[in-house]
């Protein structure tokens, strides 16, 4: 099966969300989604749940400020 993800989404992986900027987090909430739906394991789904809810926090900690 083939990664669903995009180079540039791929090339987040692996990064903390506290050092992406605004438009790198916009673009893995997209990833978070995408994977979150693609992948059968539960645990794995979750992982990418928890991702995405921590990189949206951090964008909307940022745009408050």
Do not use: F
């Not at 669903?4 to 992406?20: A, F, I, S």
């Not at 645990?43 to 928890?50: P, V």
């Amino acid at each position: 099966m083939k990664n669903p993800l995009t180079k540039q989404q791929e090339q987040l992986r692996g990064k903390k969300v506290n050092d992406m900027t605004n438009q790198e987090l916009e673009i893995w909430v997209q990833a978070c989604d995408k994977m979150e739906n693609w992948v059968d394991v539960n645990k794995a789904r979750r992982s990418w749940t928890k991702s995405r809810d921590e990189a949206e926090s951090e964008l909307e900690k940022r745009t408050k400020n």
